[in-house]
């Protein structure tokens, strides 16, 4: 089964950037669309932005847009998570999923999502 691994995640502050990266190994990642979450303290995890296999098609949340920047690099087997004006509310743990249905659009749901990564913890200092 693929795996995934975030990284790039640390302590920023407010106004700063952060570059967040996924790794996929085990299985082809071009097929298929990937997603970013987010998990605060106290909070349930949530969508933060999506990407179609194809690379056409983004979605994001509101509290987001403008801000941050899916993308992926099939031939390194990458998605990135590009945030700026980064704020103190986007303190959270950050993690990459995959959707194993293939040649669709990106789903926001998350139970859509079958793999997971760890996660990497985004602190946002005021």
């Known amino acids: 089964q693929v795996q995934l691994v975030e990284s790039g995640g640390g302590l920023v502050q407010a106004g700063g950037s952060l570059r967040l990266s996924c790794s996929a190994s085990?299985?082809?990642?071009?097929?298929?669309?990937m997603g970013w979450f987010r998990q605060a303290p106290t909070k349930e995890r949530e969508l933060v932005a999506t990407?179609?296999?194809?690379?056409?098609?983004?979605y994001y949340t509101d509290s987001v847009k403008g801000r941050f920047t899916i993308s992926r690099d099939n031939a390194k087997n990458t998605v990135y998570l590009e945030m700026n004006s980064l704020k103190p509310e986007d303190t959270a743990a950050y993690y990459c999923?995959?959707?194993?249905?293939?040649?669709?659009?990106?789903?926001?749901?998350?139970?859509?999502?079958?793999?997971w990564g760890q996660g990497t913890q985004v602190t946002v200092s005021s």
């Open positions: 990407l179609r296999w194809s690379g056409d098609n983004t």
């Open positions: 999923a995959l959707d194993s249905a293939r040649l669709r659009f990106a789903p926001t749901a998350l139970h859509e999502y079958s793999v």
């Open positions: 085990g299985r082809t990642f071009s097929l298929y669309n």
